[in-house]
């Protein structure tokens, strides 16, 4: 049996995360990475290099990587001097890679084969852009990291400027997938910015691939407040511009009253999952009474292992289909 292709599109920590989970499996992951994010480090490169923001880039690398932990730590490690305070090393090496290559994506490369990472990284853009969103009010709010500020309901994101072009090798593996899961991460800022890049829809809706969404367990306050996992799904369809979505990953066990108390003061709360609606618009729901984890702090992530495990085991119970397409045959 050829080895699975799975395709990871997103952001943020929630791909990292993801990503580590999957790799102990034998499948041959390619992660497609936002490059939109202007916040702390790489922001402060995006902006003083012309350069894609390569933040997230350099947490899923780390996440895929197979060497020694001190080497995946050094790569992590931020710096507390005054000039290059934040920094992390692995931002400054990215930075460094793209002057010395002049070309951003090849850089990706050249660290991947350098950590010696599980897979292929990819931006989702090898340009320098901009996330924007049109509120329903008619606002329009430049940046990634003031989104969320204004506290009101996202329309729409697109990406400025608007016509930046994917890359050649996200759109094949786009086509070539087995599996392509969006999410976990921000609805908006880590996936859909993915999705806004010329070509990137196209290909998804295009593949014969299963496709899967990881919703969040929780909203994000003025990102997705009050959305149920339906919400998320339309969001992405109206951004595809077509129903493509197979399968969502969704939260469906209650939380006590201590934790949604502490969400709740931070304007939060789990995402609504109507199993009903979600058929209607033509995605089957997966879940599991391990999927959430509640940390010492009273937190609530994804359960790695049982994320990884629930998505390999839907692309396994593809397989059969999966064998017979053409686009993948060697």
């Known amino acids: 049996m050829k080895q699975l292709k799975i ?15 999957l790799k102990s499996y034998p499948i041959d992951i390619t992660a497609i990475v936002t490059v939109a994010d202007d916040g702390g480090s790489t922001g402060k490169i995006r902006d003083e290099m012309d350069m894609p923001a390569p933040g997230d880039v350099r947490n899923v690398l780390a996440a895929l990587s197979d060497i020694e932990p001190t ?14 305070s ?11 890679m793209t002057n010395i ?10 660290l991947s084969r350098i950590l010696n990472i599980k897979g292929r990284v990819i931006p989702s853009t090898i340009s320098s852009v ?14 990634e990291s003031n989104i969320p500020m204004k506290n009101k309901k996202i329309k729409r994101v697109f990406l400025e400027p608007p016509n930046v072009e994917p890359m050649d090798e996200a759109l094949e593996a786009l086509l070539e997938a087995d599996l392509i899961v969006m999410g976990p991460g ?35 306050p003025g990102e997705t407040d009050d959305y149920t996992v339906t919400d ?12 493509s979505l197979d399968f969502v990953i969704a939260n469906q066990i209650d939380f006590d009253q201590k934790i949604l108390n502490r969400y709740q003061a931070k304007g939060a709360k789990p995402v609504y999952c109507d199993e009903a609606e979600l058929s209607r618009e033509g995605v089957k729901v997966v879940t599991g009474k391990n999927l959430a984890l509640i940390s010492q702090d009273d937190y609530v992530r994804h359960d790695t292992e049982m994320l990884a495990t629930l998505i ?17 045959k060697k």
């Open 7 to 21: 395709v990871l599109i997103g952001g943020g920590t929630g791909l990292s995360v993801l990503a580590r989970g």
């Open 71 to 84: 080497l995946e730590a050094l790569f992590q490690y931020r710096f507390d001097e005054d000039k290059i």
């Open 86 to 96: 934040g920094h992390s090393l692995g931002n400054l090496l990215i930075a460094a």
């Open 101 to 110: 290559t002049h070309d951003f994506g090849h850089a990706i490369k050249e």
């Open 130 to 143: 901009s996330l924007n969103a049109e509120m329903e009010d008619g606002e329009i709010v430049s940046g």
């Open 186 to 220: 921000s609805l908006y800022t880590s996936v859909i910015s993915n999705l806004c890049v010329q070509g990137i829809a196209q290909a998804i809706v295009q593949s014969e691939a299963k496709k899967l969404y990881v919703s969040n367990i929780m909203t994000q």
């Open 232 to 243: 998320h799904v339309k969001a992405i369809h109206s951004q595809l511009g077509d129903k």
């Open 312 to 328: 390999y085991e839907i692309a396994l119970q593809e397989v059969s289909t999966i064998q017979f397409n053409p686009k993948n």
